[in-house]
């Protein structure tokens, strides 16, 4: 029998091993083996050689039991007739349901541990002489010892397992996508480490103390989404169950008696027992981690003693996951930043500086250097072409915003459905093709400024939470729930008439007042004649250079041309012009088409205007008007009342074409 010493299987291999060697040297009908817990007092039968197998409660308290009376007393004990017992009621009667009269138990320690007992029962009274005791009690001492060697094993495998799995835990920490997701790996990572029916964590919101976000990797609690992305929860109660400074444990009638809602709504998933330890990264308090069970109790001591490691690993994960977070954030702002800034250097300015010295741009100059020490908003009112966004340039350059952003949305050019993304950003989720979070203009421009070319163009339903921007300066992304606030400065700028669109009910009233707190106007090149030959001679040279041309001399009769056109496009067509006329020049003067303007101009000059110039003069106007945009609620074809089509066919017929209105 000493060869069961070097027994390799498990406890119950070993126990049906040394049962059946034993029915060789001494009689019994039952034989079974029972361990003992010191710590807790409590006694846990671990095999039963016998039939038929009860059904006793996982483990009984040591005082009831004779296992642990002879623990306790280090000594056998020889029931000769079980039917005069009164010790040991409970096990009496489990004997006696076998029909068995006589039972003997023996000690098994090694050294001074005691481990448990080795017990056998006989249906017959006093079934065991002396010469049975001797025999048994020296083999209690060898199966002491294959127990001690088998327990030490399955020790060290365990040991093995857990720390198995603890790194494959650490892995799911290292490689995770989201604090939602991880939960759900870790869930299943965890189900040979912790004997768990519910698995969360409660992490404590950066931005909003005293608030959480919950992740779980069972079901979801009843109201909350658990996502990365879900609004911060808050609870009055956690109090009750989050201890910052060790793990606890809490009964089903512990946890009934607290008011928590996020315990209520683990307890109506049947979780009768919760185990909580704290997340903790060095001096910060991270949140807490929940391990629920079914169970009247949730863990063994063992399981508890793993639980902290768990904590720490996950602690430390979230605190990178915190960090790593915020340098994407940063990340994604100056990707957002470097777009828009090359965006912005693609898109070529209209001119370098401010070129003019006629009396009215004077006044209006001097009106923006004014106001931009300021923070006041501006709005900025001029025809298309005028160099509204050059003045409001100028002023973020003047202010003490300079060292900031000036981020430009031209409100006309983006279609509606995306304008609203564009300004506030949006979330990943909250529209179809939203895969990833969106930073608005608004967040970019963020200490700085942010200039709104077209504003007279910006939907109805985006002008309340532009209104609220420019009121409260905070703001919703797409999708979100969450207020993100903003110190920004906002200039306006429209070719519209913001009066009639006021009275047309295209334009709040109220949004107009709060972006018209200081206007200005900037005068058509109409009325400033006086800076045409400045611009005309700046412009010339400036594609002269970028193409190589050596351009001398502009005719004086060229000049009188350029000076007493009208330009309805103002200082932008009188640009694209010039550029024309550069290409068109072969030698070193400037050779302009001047029949495109006489013609035009010979036209317009006829008393006796025809029906059909007319017509025209007027469908040009209201196509510059609308930026050249024909359809649409605010197209050019609505505001004629004509339909898409026909607006089309007029313009095939009176010969209007895209340069005609197009700026």
């Known amino acids: 029998m000493a060869d069961l010493l070097v027994h390799g299987g498990s406890i119950t291999e070993l126990f049906r091993e040394l049962s059946l060697r034993l029915k060789t040297v001494v009689p019994y009908q039952f034989v079974n083996l029972s361990t003992y817990d010191p710590l807790q007092q409590t006694v846990r039968l671990n095999l039963w050689e016998g039939e038929p197998v009860p059904q006793l409660p996982r483990k009984l308290p040591a005082s009831e039991t004779v296992t642990g009376w002879v623990c306790l007393h280090q000594q056998p004990l020889s029931l000769s007739d079980i039917e005069a017992e009164t010790r040991f009621p409970h096990i009496a009667a489990l004997l006696r349901e076998r029909h068995l009269r006589s039972y003997f138990a023996l000690p098994l320690t090694s050294g001074e541990h005691a481990i448990g007992a080795l017990g056998f029962g006989s249906a017959e009274v006093s079934a065991y002489d002396q010469a049975d005791l001797d025999l048994l009690q020296r083999v209690a001492k060898l199966v002491a010892l294959a127990v001690e060697n088998s327990q030490t094993r399955h020790a060290l495998t365990a040991e093995k397992e857990r720390l198995k799995a603890l790194l494959q835990v650490n892995q799911q920490l290292l490689t995770y996508s989201s604090l939602h997701d991880l939960m759900t790996r870790i869930s299943t990572s965890t189900g040979g480490l912790l004997a768990h029916d519910y698995l969360a964590i409660l992490v404590d919101d950066e931005s909003e103390p005293g608030s959480f976000h919950l992740y779980q990797g069972t079901p979801e609690v009843a109201?909350?989404?658990?996502?990365?992305?879900?609004?911060?929860?808050?609870?009055?109660?956690?109090?009750?169950?989050?201890?910052?400074?060790?793990?606890?444990?809490?009964?089903?009638?512990?946890?009934?008696?607290?008011?928590?809602?996020?315990?209520?709504g683990i307890v109506e998933q049947g979780i009768r027992s919760l185990a909580c330890v704290p997340l903790s990264s060095g001096a910060s308090d991270l949140g807490v981690l929940l391990v629920g069970s079914r169970e009247e109790k949730v863990l063994d001591d063992g399981e508890m003693e793993v639980l902290p490691q768990l904590a720490a690993q996950m602690a430390i994960a979230i605190a990178h996951a915190r960090t790593w977070q915020q340098v994407q954030k940063l990340k994604d702002k100056l990707a957002e930043e470097k777009l828009y800034l090359e965006d912005e250097i693609r898109t070529e300015l209209n001119f370098e500086q401010i070129i003019g010295e006629s009396d009215n741009l004077k006044r209006t100059l001097a009106a923006a250097r004014t106001v931009a020490s300021s923070e006041a908003t501006v709005l900025i009112l001029g025809e298309t072409g005028t160099g509204k966004e050059l003045i409001a340039r100028a002023i973020h350059d003047m202010s003490s915003r300079h060292g900031k952003n000036f981020i430009k949305v031209n409100c006309a050019a983006i279609p509606t459905g995306l304008l609203e993304s564009e300004l506030f950003g949006h979330e990943r989720g909250a529209f179809t093709g939203a895969l990833m979070q969106k930073i608005g203009r608004l967040e970019l421009a963020d200490g700085g400024t942010l200039f709104l070319d077209e504003v007279g163009d910006i939907p109805l339903e985006l002008q309340p939470k532009l209104l609220r921007v420019l009121q409260e300066q905070e703001f919703e992304r797409l999708g979100s729930n969450r207020t993100l606030k903003v110190n920004v400065r906002i200039i306006a700028a429209t070719n519209r008439d913001m009066k009639r669109s006021i009275e047309n009910r295209e334009f709040r009233r109220d949004l107009y007042y709060r972006l018209n707190v200081f206007p200005l106007h900037l005068p058509p090149l109409r009325e400033r004649r006086k800076d045409i030959p400045l611009l005309v001679r700046y412009f010339v040279q400036r594609f002269a250079r970028r193409m190589n041309k050596p351009i001398e001399t502009i005719p004086s009769e060229t000049m009188n041309i350029l000076v007493n056109w009208d330009w309805p496009g103002n200082v932008r067509e009188l640009e694209n012009f010039l550029e024309r006329s550069v290409i068109l020049s072969k030698a070193r003067t400037l050779t302009v088409p001047v029949s495109e303007l006489q013609a035009v101009s010979e036209s317009s000059s006829k008393k006796d205007l025809t029906l059909m110039a007319a017509e025209r003069e007027h469908i040009l106007k209201i196509l510059r008007d609308s930026g050249g945009v024909i359809s649409g609620v605010r197209g050019a074809a609505a505001r004629l009342g004509v339909k898409r089509t026909t607006l089309q066919s007029k313009m095939q017929k009176l010969g209007i074409r895209r340069q005609d209105y197009e700026n």
């Open 223 to 264: 109201g909350n989404s658990g996502g990365d992305d879900a609004a911060p929860l808050s609870d009055p109660h956690r109090a009750e169950y989050r201890k910052t400074s060790r793990e606890c444990r809490f009964t089903d009638a512990e946890l009934a008696a607290m008011s928590s809602p996020v315990i209520k």
